[in-house]
C-alpha cells in the first residue's frame, strides 16, 4: 500500500454499510443539468454535482465516494472528484519516480508562487520555480519537485524552471554531439569581454566562445566593433572546450582566407594600391585587405627620403611573397618616376646651371642645385682639361659655380667644369703631329716622369726614359722636347728629349721604367692619372 492509499483509507475509511466516507460502486442511471443519479444499492440513488463528471452517460459503470447521507437527507450525496484525484495522484507519482514532466495549467498567482492544474490535481509553483515567461491561463511543462502528505491533504510541489533547465541540457549534449568542426551556427550574443571575446548563446543551450583572435583578418580586434548583447552571429566552428562544454568558434572564417585569395590573385612585380596604417624609421606598414598587410623597408619608401601620411592610398610593387610569414613586401618608391630620370626631362645634357658646393669627398664634390630632393656630382676628372691632383685645387666648400649637366650618376645628377670651355684636344688634333718640336713648361714631376701643360691646357707626358742623362728635369722650368706619340682620342700625347738629339731609349731603360712604375705602360699611366 502507497502512501496515497494510505491516505485515502485515512480520509475515507472503508465500512460495510453506507455512511460518509465509503467508497461504492454503481451505474449512472440518470442525469440532469445538476446530478448524475447513480445506483449504489441503497434505497435511492446517489447523487454526483454535474460538474464533477460532466462526460457521464446513462448505464455507465462509475466510483464514487458518500459525502453525505442521512435518513431525512432524499438522496445521498456522492463525489467523484476524491477519486478523480486519486488516480492523478498515481500517475504524478510514477511521472516523479521515472522523472518525467507533466503538462499544468497555470490558474492562478499567489503569495509566493502559482496554484496550477495538473489533469485536476492542485499544485504548488514557487516563484523561484517559474521563469520568465509565465501566463495565468496558459499550460507549461512542469518537473514534479515534491509530493507528500499534509494535513490528511496530498501536497504537491512543482517546477517550471527545472523542465527548463532540463530541456536546455538535453538539447546542449545534442548540439555537442551533433555539431563538428566548420559547421555554420547562429548564436545570440549574451557577454562582451573588450579584452577576450564574444560569448554566445546558441539555440538557448549551449555556449559558444568567440575570441577576439577570431574576430576578422585585419588588425580590428574590438568586440564592440562586430556585435552587440542580444544581436546574433552567424560563427563558424573551431573546436570544442577542453571540458567539453562550450565551443569554440570563429567569425573570421566566415569568409576567406583573404592570404589564400591574395596568393591567387598576385605575384612578384605586381602592382597594387593600399591604404598607409603605420610610419616610422623602421619603414610602412599598409593595409591592402582586411588580414593582408604589407611592408615597405626604409629604402624602399621614396627617392627623396619622404614618407607618405597615415591613412593614405598608395601605389606599390610587389618585391617578395612570403605566405608562410603572412607577410608582403613592397616598393613605393619603385612605383614613382625618378626623380632624377625627370629632372634630366626638364634639364638635358649640355644645360648650364648654378650650384653650389656642399661637400667633398675625395675624389668628388656633391653640388646642391636647388632642386632640394636631388643633388650633383662632379668627379676630379671634369673639373679642368688639366687635370688637377686633388679637387681642392679647383673648389671650395660653401662656393656657387657654374656647372654643364653631363647626365646621371646613380642618384645623382652629373656635372661638368671642364665642359663649360671647349676641349682643347680638338684643337691639339688639328694643330700638332708627330715630330713637332715644342718648347714646353714642366708642370708636375714624378717618379717616371714630369707632366709638361700645352698652351691650349691639356697635358703630356715626358717619361724620363726618354731625357738624357745630362739633362735634370725640374718642376716649372721650359724644355724643348719632340712630339713621339699623339692620340686625341684618348687625350695622350708623349714627349722625348732624346729624340731631338737623335737618340733612342734603350731597351733595358724601357723595361726599368716599367717596373719603376710598377709594370705599366705610359698609356695606362696616363689613363689612371687623367681619370683619376
Not at 445538476?34 to 447523487?47: M, N, S, T
Not at 596568393?263 to 599598409?286: C, F, R, S, W, Y
Not at 598587410?293 to 629604402?299: N, R, S
Not at 661638368?416 to 714646353?440: A, C, F, H, M, S
Amino acid at each position: 500500500m502507497n502512501e496515497f492509499e494510505k491516505l485515502l483509507n485515512e480520509a475515507l475509511p472503508q465500512e460495510e454499510d453506507f455512511r460518509k466516507g465509503k467508497v461504492v460502486s454503481g451505474k449512472v442511471v440518470k442525469v440532469d443539468d445538476r446530478f448524475i443519479y447513480v445506483d449504489i444499492g441503497y434505497k435511492v440513488e446517489g447523487v454526483i454535482p454535474r460538474e464533477e463528471l460532466p462526460e457521464a452517460k446513462e448505464g455507465e459503470e462509475i466510483q464514487a465516494v458518500i459525502v453525505r447521507i442521512s435518513p431525512g437527507l432524499e438522496n445521498p450525496i456522492l463525489s467523484y472528484r476524491v477519486i478523480a484525484e486519486k488516480k492523478e495522484l498515481d500517475k504524478l507519482q510514477k511521472a516523479y519516480e521515472d522523472g518525467r514532466d507533466v503538462v499544468a495549467k497555470v490558474e492562478r498567482k499567489t503569495k509566493g508562487g502559482f496554484i496550477v492544474d495538473v489533469e485536476g490535481v492542485k499544485a504548488f509553483m514557487p516563484s523561484s520555480e517559474a521563469g520568465k515567461k509565465i501566463t495565468v491561463g496558459k499550460p507549461i511543462r512542469v518537473k514534479i519537485l515534491e509530493i507528500s502528505v499534509q494535513k490528511n491533504r496530498p501536497r504537491v510541489v512543482v517546477s517550471h524552471r527545472a523542465y527548463v533547465e532540463e530541456e536546455r541540457e538535453r538539447r546542449k549534449q545534442e548540439l555537442l554531439r551533433t555539431l563538428k568542426k566548420g559547421d555554420v551556427v547562429e548564436g545570440r550574443v549574451i557577454k562582451i569581454d573588450p579584452n577576450k571575446g564574444i560569448t554566445l548563446l546558441i539555440d538557448g543551450a549551449l555556449r559558444a566562445f568567440l575570441p577576439k583572435e577570431e574576430l576578422s583578418w585585419g588588425r580590428d580586434r574590438n568586440p564592440y566593433n562586430y556585435a552587440e548583447v542580444d544581436e546574433t552571429l552567424k560563427v563558424k566552428v573551431k573546436k570544442k572546450s577542453k571540458d567539453k562544454e562550450f565551443l569554440i568558434v570563429s567569425l573570421r572564417e566566415m569568409k576567406e582566407n583573404p592570404w589564400e585569395k591574395f596568393l591567387k590573385n598576385h605575384k612578384v612585380g605586381d602592382t597594387i594600391e593600399a591604404k598607409v596604417v603605420q610610419t616610422g624609421p623602421k619603414g610602412v606598414v599598409v593595409d591592402i585587405d582586411e588580414g593582408v598587410e604589407g611592408y615597405v623597408p626604409p629604402d624602399e619608401v621614396s627617392w627623396d627620403g619622404s614618407e607618405p601620411s597615415k591613412g593614405e592610398i598608395v601605389k606599390l610593387k610587389i618585391l617578395k611573397l612570403e605566405p608562410k610569414r603572412r607577410r608582403v613586401i613592397l616598393s613605393i618608391k619603385q612605383t614613382l618616376p625618378k626623380p632624377w630620370e625627370e629632372y634630366l626631362k626638364e634639364n638635358p645634357p649640355g644645360t648650364r646651371i648654378k650650384g653650389r658646393i656642399l661637400k667633398i669627398e675625395g675624389s668628388k664634390a656633391i653640388v646642391d642645385i636647388g632642386d632640394g630632393k636631388l643633388k650633383g656630382i662632379i668627379h676630379r676628372s671634369d673639373l679642368s682639361w688639366t687635370k688637377p691632383r686633388r679637387v681642392e685645387e679647383v673648389l671650395k666648400e660653401g662656393e656657387e659655380r657654374e656647372f654643364v649637366i653631363l647626365g646621371t650618376d646613380g642618384r645623382f645628377i652629373k656635372l661638368g667644369i671642364k665642359q663649360l670651355t671647349p676641349n682643347p684636344w680638338e684643337t691639339i688634333k688639328e694643330k700638332y703631329k708627330v715630330g713637332d718640336t715644342l718648347r714646353l713648361k714642366v708642370k708636375e714631376v714624378f717618379p717616371f716622369g714630369a707632366f709638361m701643360e700645352l698652351p691650349e691646357g691639356a697635358e703630356g707626358l715626358l717619361p724620363f726614359s726618354e731625357v738624357p742623362r745630362d739633362v735634370r728635369i725640374e718642376a716649372g722650368k721650359e724644355y724643348e722636347v719632340r712630339i713621339i706619340d699623339l692620340d686625341p682620342n684618348e687625350e695622350k700625347i708623349t714627349f722625348s728629349i732624346k729624340a731631338l738629339r737623335g737618340e733612342e731609349a734603350p731597351k733595358e731603360e724601357v723595361q726599368a721604367e716599367e717596373v719603376h712604375t710598377g709594370g705599366f705602360k705610359l698609356g695606362e699611366i696616363l689613363k689612371k692619372k687623367w681619370k683619376m
